[in-house]
């Protein structure tokens, strides 16, 4: 027997080596987690260097593309080829303005509109714009849109190709001169479009494409608030030769809808501006630069890193990425992240997020307000992202870019390091703890699982049990306490059916709801209903039938019929409230009300009389069921102390048992106020007035079955 002291010494023991244990594991972990921070903060800083890098290189080709278009367009406005063109386009243009025109030459035009443009501006709108809003104004538009447009016999976006419409006048002996060398020169510097204005008038006098803009104006044409408008307006008030005015991306309706900017210059003779060349620019340029020609993986992006530009709306200026690699993923993170469906139909629409997808984070607005930095934020697909950001510095626009990448790839090499430090962090700490424990357990295990097994038992676990690991003193206590615990488990089985039994009693007495409410306490159980229905079914002349038949037939074949009637009560969720003899009553409505109790206690009387032929069929005997129904307000409750019974009370009550007891027999007979609520659903005989006890005459009906 182990003494007192040393008992005290061996339990000193094992605590101190349970709390050298967990300190050795808090130090492995604490080392774990100090290492994980660093080398996360590590990664962190050279993803931002790299983010960093990637941005400064798109801004640097985004600038460089702006000032080369910018070098060229002033090298190609200052040219005597330019000059001479605007001088000679213009006055052609003025003498065609002067010239009257065929009505059919204008009715070609207006209808070549309705049937081409205007559909075309429909999908794009999503409605029927009016005609009247896009069709040229003055004489020349509606000239030289015929012959270059209209009567063009290439598709349009060969247009170009045409050099001479061959209609004679000035205009197109112009056109087979300039145009030729215009179109080289717009092909050689990139431009979408090649375009000269007057700036007296605003008028398009020439350009590459031969787009619905063509020869229309931009002071009082169709086009006069486009961001085309605003750059030669600006332009045409200098007379600067170094003067370039740049207009940001706009949906462009002659192009379709499509996103576009303009850059412009003036061009200057002898001091004066006589015209304004424009350089269309279409955004695929600039999102081949942004986006790396779509080749991120190659630029360093890994699976989710991308660049991007936005502008001040914070509408973006170039594609995100998702949208090219993954147009159904793209359009599903959309919705998720609370996209209104109105933008996301643009975008489908349009068929491009440029200048419809909204990103509005603390890169994008730090980056439009001149700050260029780098950090942890919320990106646009609602996921935590590493950024980096900066804004151009480009004249005449307001953009910022932001290239960034997802945290979860960006540190997707730390994580792993971090869940192998915790396994391994674990592992280590697993086998402390198991050293620790089995010195526990040699010393305190069969005191500590029986002082577990009684907290367990107390607890209600009745089925605890400790292991007997020696044959002393201890070992005798446990197998006692085994020995209790099973004895008393056994009892508590035996009450536990006891209890289920007496649970299925009442349930067959009292309904569910009724029963809870006993057991909840409710001494006094009495409720009103407003709306129920109730029936009483009767055997007409069981009585007399059941005298020739012995006892157990009786009975035998009682209860085969009212089992019968018990099942479908419950498949129509009606209550059976009693049996009296050969009687039957049931109720519907109540303990739960229901709308349709009528109807459906006049199909639980349909389906009795089908079931007492069937009954009858069956047994060889005769057997017919009278029914009786009646709907109104009960008082329903609990009577009896040592034999419970639910039953109903009221003039309901009564006049439904009057309803079987003066009834045909096998049929149903209703009241009015059952016949007044399924008139129309079912068939029903007005009997007439009848005589009923305590009530003098009565109109009842008889259900059609």
Partial sequence: MVSPSRSASFGLAAKLFTVLVLLGAIAILVTAVLGYFRARDAIEAVIFDHLTAARQNKVRQVETYFRTIQSELRLLATSKMVVDATREFRGAVDRLDRQELPPELREKVTDWYADNFIPQMARVLGREPALTDYLPVGNAPYYLQHHYIVANPNPPERRKLVDDAGDGSDYSRLHAIYHPLMRTAANTVGFFDFMLADPKTGRLIYTVQKEVDFSTSLQFGPYHRSNVATAVARCAESADRSAICLEDFA????????????????????????????????????????????????????????????????????????????????????????????????????????????????????????????????????????????????????????????????????????????????????????????????????????????????????????????????????????????????????????????????????????????????????????????????LVGFTELSSNMPPQDVVKLLNGLFTRFDAAALDLGIEKIKTVGDAYMAVCGLPEPCSDHAERMVRMAIRMIHISREHALEHKTSLKLRVGINSGPVVAGVIGKSKYIYDLWGDTVNLASRMESGGVPDSVQVTRRVYEQLQGQFVFEARGVIEVKGKGKVETWLLGL
């Fill in 251 to 538: 949906p462009y309706a002659p192009s379709g809808g499509a996103p576009i900017a303009f850059m412009a210059a003036p061009v200057i003779d002898r001091g004066d501006v006589i015209g304004v060349l424009v350089a269309q620019l279409s955004n695929e340029e600039i999102d081949k630069v942004v986006t790396g020609t779509r080749r991120w993986r190659q630029e360093g992006f890994g699976e989710t890193g991308e660049a991007y530009l936005v502008g001040p709306d914070y509408l973006v200026r170039s594609g995100p990425r998702a949208f090219y690699e993954d147009r159904e993923g793209y359009f599903a993170e959309l919705k998720s992240v609370g996209t209104s469906d109105a933008e996301i139909a643009d975008i489908q629409r349009y068929g491009t997020p440029v200048l419809h997808q909204r990103i509005e984070t603390a890169a994008t607005r730090a980056a439009l307000a001149g700050v260029e930095g780098t950090g942890d934020i919320v990106g646009y697909r609602g996921v935590p992202t590493l950024a980096s950001w900066a804004p151009l510095a480009i004249a005449g626009v307001n953009w910022g870019v932001v290239a960034k990448i997802d945290s979860a790839e960006a540190f997707a090499a730390i994580d792993q390091l971090r869940r192998d430090l915790m396994v391994v962090g674990g592992l280590a700490l697993l086998a402390l703890i198991a050293a620790a424990a089995w010195l526990a357990r040699a010393m305190l295990a069969p005191l500590r699982e029986l002082t577990a097994g009684v907290k367990r038992f107390a607890a209600g676990d009745y089925d605890t049990s400790v292991p007997v690991r020696t044959g002393d003193e201890i070992g005798q206590l446990c197998s006692a306490f085994n020995g209790m615990v099973e004895d008393l488990r056994e009892k508590n089985a035996v009450i536990e059916n006891k209890n289920r039994e007496n649970e299925e009693l009442l349930l067959n007495v009292l309904p569910a709801p009724i029963a809870n409410r006993l057991r909840g306490g409710e001494e006094r159980i009495a409720d009103g209903f407003a709306e129920v229905t109730v029936a009483f079914a009767d």
